[in-house]
């Protein structure tokens, strides 16, 4: 079956590129581990003073740099229906899946180690699945971030969507530079050399 979202970029010298943080979105969901997408795509608008508006189905704001725009958003759809939002955004936007970059937590990664990848499974994440099941792909770039799996079988939902210990916190504003650095590089450098200077750090 033909990807449906999938639309080449528009012509022009500025490259536009989709950066999608998945969390959940809501008061209760705020400071959770899961939601370490929403923290990275904050910082990196931060970092360039861009305002969030409220969009379809997302949160969505955009960053210019070096002949670049990055469309940021926050689906507001739930993680489990992530991809609705991706999808969307994907398309209204123009964006060419090699420029989509999906930023998500990963309890298989120890706390705060990054792993890009071009292409994978869903590895057991929901936000992954439904954004593959809506793409109809599995070969879209993917951002993971690590957040450790200190929790007992059976335990893995608690935890995930527990909030951050204080040394946690501590960690992730530590490592939050260096995970926009790593959007940046994207952007900039393309996939193949963002994996081999920030994989594993």
Not at 32 to 53: I, M, P, Q, Y
Not at 134 to 157: A, K, N
Not at 172 to 188: D, G, I, M, Y
Request: with cysteine.
């Amino acid at each position: 079956m033909p990807n449906l979202c999938a639309f080449p970029n528009a012509r022009g010298r500025v490259k536009k590129f989709l950066i999608a943080g998945l969390g959940n979105t809501g008061t209760a969901y705020e400071n959770t581990r899961h939601n370490v997408g929403f923290e990275v795509v904050d910082a990196l608008a931060r970092e360039s003073g861009s305002k969030w508006c409220s969009a379809r189905w997302a949160g969505r704001t955009t960053v210019s740099r070096s002949g670049t725009k990055l469309v940021l958003i926050k689906p507001t759809t739930y993680m489990n229906q992530s991809g609705k939002a991706v999808c969307y955004w994907l398309e209204k936007e123009g964006v060419s899946i090699e420029n989509l970059l999906v930023i998500t937590d990963d309890i298989h990664l120890a706390f705060g180690t990054f792993r890009l990848r071009g292409k994978g499974s869903d590895g057991g994440h929901n936000g992954l699945k439904s954004v593959a099941d809506h793409l109809q792909t599995t070969e879209y770039p993917r951002f993971r971030f690590g957040v450790g799996r200190d929790f007992l079988p059976g335990q893995q939902v608690d935890y995930v969507l527990g909030k951050w210990t204080p040394e946690e916190r501590g960690g992730l504003v530590e490592r939050l530079p260096l995970a926009t650095a790593l959007v940046a590089s994207f952007a900039r450098a393309g996939l193949s050399h963002t994996m081999r200077e920030f994989n594993g750090r």
